[in-house]
């Protein structure tokens, strides 16, 4: 995990990397999404193994 990042209620699964000033939070109500990186299911972001989220992503 980079420096300055902030994960609040993640999943992340093994050999996933987060870069540097990352924002990552769980909130109730966020509607489902599958993306190449991450995904969110009940309103929790789960980062997959072997993903790599970049520098600067807000979640």
């Known amino acids: ?3 300055n990042s902030i ?3 993640v999943i ?3 050999n996933a990397r987060i870069g540097s000033n990352v924002i990552i939070t ?3 109500g ?3 999404y599958k ?3 991450y995904y969110i299911r009940d309103g929790i972001v789960v980062i997959p ?3 790599v989220i970049p ?3 807000i979640i």
Do not use: N, V
């Open 26 to 28: 769980s909130k109730s």
């Open 1 to 3: 995990m980079g420096e």
């Open 49 to 51: 193994r072997d993903a």
């Open 30 to 32: 966020h509607p489902d």
């Open 12 to 14: 992340i699964d093994k």
């Open 7 to 9: 994960l609040e209620d």
């Open 35 to 37: 993306g190449d990186s």
């Open 55 to 57: 520098d600067g992503t």
